[in-house]
């Protein structure tokens, strides 16, 4: 009897706590973001060597450097082109061996898919 007397007062509970009104959302329409708008995921170093930088700028403090060929992931693109040993570009923020931080454009080349930068990384080290 006291188990019957459990599995009503469960059944019972669980019936009224899911009558409520159903919870509506509004749409929020986001902007795009740097990662989402990005078309190139992927770049491979260009020149002998290439500091990585801690922000976007020439002067930041260098968080490592990545030689010729190095494969480097694309996370987001700097909005403004600035102008770098008089090649203008764009700052790219970049992950690459666990480690974050700016390149900038002038020195890396661009790919959509990682078997690309992979095969443009061996031709260069060659």
Known sequence: ???????????????FTSCGKKETYPDIELPATPL???????????????????????????????????????????SDENVVDDKPGYWYQITYSGLQGWVFSSYINLFDSLDEAERSSRELRR
Request: charged content about 20%; hydrophobic content about 45%.
């Open 36 to 78: 989402l708008s990005l078309s190139s995921r992927w770049g491979v170093v260009t020149s002998s060597y290439l500091r990585m930088r801690e922000k976007p700028d020439i002067n930041s403090k260098p968080v490592a450097t990545l030689w010729k060929g190095y494969i480097l992931e694309i996370v987001s693109k700097g």
């Open 1 to 15: 009897m006291y188990k019957s007397f459990i599995i009503v007062l469960v059944v019972f509970i669980s019936l």
